[in-house]
């Protein structure tokens, strides 16, 4: 199967006079299903819509709006697969060099918030054409939320880019339904009923039912616990089968975010991960060497969808939602045997996973008729007595993708809930799992390691991860395996005091871990975790928060997880300094860094007088305390 049309001349060599559809990304175009532009695009074309791909247009200049003149009916945009911010700017806001989903890694070739940027060009352009706007980004800043890079609070992106809908969450079966009544002629502002999907209404026009309304765009502006309020409320409502309408108003206009559309069945993901694709980015791309976004996916499966772990700091829970759906064995062993006959294929199939890779049944029984519980986690701090473990389907399938012809190794990549793991008292999988599936390192995520910083991060205390430590490294040293783990390790996330970091450091000291890369928080849209770190506020408790801020705390933080690296130092120093463990500077056992005797404090004569210093005789003046 040919790939779509990127040009008119191959739009016109199809036959079309014009598409029914262009659909703008920001990132190059990939026609694998790992990529949101190669489903939409696809599943359209399987329904017998023309749908023509505008990737990475250059946003300066109208020629590339105008390419395939004006669609039959309507535009599609997205800003890629992740948020063009975090793809264009690190933690520290600075730009970043490469951009691995742009044609030979090279950053700039989209906008800062692509979707709103694309949206008003099409719309100023063609303002009769309907925008519909989906993809992470849109479906993250649906609601009023805060923009780290501005440093402030943002109004829906459906106010901002001028667009007529939202397609939020994974869109399959909004697109459909928006195609078919488009089609029929039905105006775009009329499409006011489809779930998984918000609009604007003056609001005058706009007609009450019931609904959960949200603190209003500028009440979430001048009030911090308003704005954790809202937060909660979305959260609660990202739900498909117990979910309400929800409303935010916007000056003279209220956004209603219809219900989540429910995930996609068995037959229907079957259905959408066995279209005709391509598999690879475009042929245009290869004279500047490729896209190399590719090459983490290319030998990869996707068998589920949602994760009911829900990671505060994660964006899943609020784009795919926590019900977890999959793929079936059928399906997946078909995918297996079509990669191994790619002339590229070198018997290794990287993952076969997901957003969490072990997960392959709900979590618990009442799910189905009831929804997942508002404001509760499944595994967090602890596993829910309601929880269901059960690993054998997952390992099943494993086991016939091994055995397939042409497949030596099957690996997972993506991650493995250790917790969840734990939780299952056949330990099968994991035997297995060590002796077939891990590439020498096996990654996983105990993200912290004091108890408050994982309560805040929505995570499990550690005691779960060092059991989970402890059988990994019993099973490799019983099967004959030199084997690791690669724990991720998250530095200021809320919550995280300057203590909290030397306890984290001292964790990475006595599991004798040499961090390469360490990840700071990264507030993006739409997770409570970055509503803590704009409110100061835990949106379910309405506590108060502790949130480093500046830079340099967030450099100490940062430093203490390698403090093992001659550089960091002084900032090492600094850090055990101010928070009054001095007790870690030295040769001793127990040592982070070895470096001067802190400081004395300056003694005024007055001061010396009234006895306000200790004498230097005493101990705890030649430990460094200070009063």
Excluded at 47 to 53: N, Q
Excluded at 309 to 317: H, T, V
Excluded at 423 to 447: I, M, N, Y
């Amino acid at each position: 199967m040919a790939f779509l049309p990127i040009t008119k001349e191959e739009m016109l060599a199809r036959g079309w006079d014009a598409p029914d559809f262009v659909l703008v990304t920001g990132d190059a175009y990939v026609d694998h299903p790992t990529f949101g532009t190669a489903i939409i695009s696809r599943l359209l074309e399987h329904y017998g819509y023309h749908v023509a791909i505008l990737s990475q247009p250059d946003w300066k200049t109208d020629r590339d709006f105008q390419r395939f003149g004006k669609p039959k009916l309507a535009f599609l945009v997205n800003a890629g697969n992740i948020d063009s911010m975090v793809a264009h700017y690190t933690v520290a806001r600075n730009r970043r060099k490469t951009d691995a989903y742009s044609p030979g890694n090279r950053p700039g070739l989209r906008p800062d918030r692509a979707v709103t940027v694309y949206s008003q060009k099409c719309k100023t352009l063609y303002p009769d054409v309907p925008v519909i706007i989906g993809g992470l980004e849109a479906s993250l800043r649906r609601f009023a939320h805060y923009d780290y890079w501005a440093d402030k609070v943002h109004p829906s992106v459906l106010v901002d880019s001028g667009a007529d809908l939202i397609s939020y969450g994974m869109g399959e079966k909004q697109a459909i339904e928006i195609a078919k009544r488009l089609l029929d002629g039905e105006p775009v502002a009329s499409i006011t009923d489809v779930r998984g999907t918000c609009y604007l209404v003056p609001t005058r026009d706009y007609r009450p039912g019931p609904a959960v309304e949200c603190p209003s765009y500028e009440q979430v502006c001048a009030d911090k616990r308003a704005y954790a309020l809202s937060c909660r409320k979305q959260q609660d409502e990202q739900d498909a089968v117990r979910g309400k309408r929800v409303i935010q108003r916007h000056g003279n206009q209220i956004l209603v975010q219809n219900p989540p559309m429910p995930p996609l069945t068995q037959k229907e993901l079957d259905e959408v991960y066995e279209l005709p694709y391509e598999r690879t980015y475009h042929p245009c791309y290869e004279k500047v060497g490729g896209v190399p976004a590719i090459q983490e996916v290319e030998f990869s499966i996707t068998h589920n969808r949602g994760c009911f772990g829900a990671c505060n700091f994660c964006s899943i829970a609020f784009h795919q939602g926590r019900a977890v759906t999959t793929r079936s064995e059928e399906s997946v062993l078909r995918e297996a045997k079509l990669l191994t006959q790619n002339p590229h294929f070198k018997g290794y199939i990287h993952d076969v996973g997901g957003p969490t890779a072990n997960f392959r049944h709900p979590s618990c029984k009442k799910q189905e008729k009831a929804g997942l519980c508002p404001g509760k986690k499944c595994l967090a701090p602890k596993a829910c007595p309601a929880l269901q473990v059960d690993h054998r389907e997952y390992l099943d399938l494993l086991r016939k993708v091994r055995a397939l012809p042409g497949v030596k190794k099957v690996f997972i990549r993506s991650g493995i809930r250790f917790d969840y793991l734990m939780e299952d008292p056949d330990d099968t999988f994991f035997r297995e799992l060590v002796q077939h599936h891990v590439s020498g390192q096996l990654k996983v995520a105990p993200e912290h390691c004091t108890a408050r910083v994982l309560d805040c991060m929505g995570k499990p205390h550690i005691e779960t991860y060092l059991a989970f430590q402890k059988r990994f490294f019993k099973l490799t040293k019983e099967i004959g395996k030199e084997q690791y783990l690669v724990p991720y390790l998250m530095s200021s996330h809320p919550g995280s005091t300057l203590k909290d970091a030397v306890e984290l450091a001292l964790f990475i000291k006595k599991n004798h871990l040499h961090p390469e890369q360490v990840q700071d928080f990264y507030p993006t849209p739409g997770t409570i975790s970055t509503c803590m770190f704009y409110t100061g506020l835990d949106p379910y408790t309405m506590k108060e928060v502790y949130v480093p801020r500046t830079s340099k705390e967030k450099a100490m933080q940062r430093a203490l997880m390698q403090y093992f690296i001659p550089k960091n130092k002084p900032l090492v120093l600094e850090a055990l300094k101010l928070a009054g463990r001095t007790d870690l500077i030295g040769r001793g056992e127990n040592c982070l860094v070895w470096g001067p005797a802190p400081e004395a404090p300056q003694r005024k004569k007055t001061d010396a007088k009234r006895g306000k210093y200790p004498s230097k005789n005493k101990p705890e003046h030649r430990r460094g305390k200070r009063r």
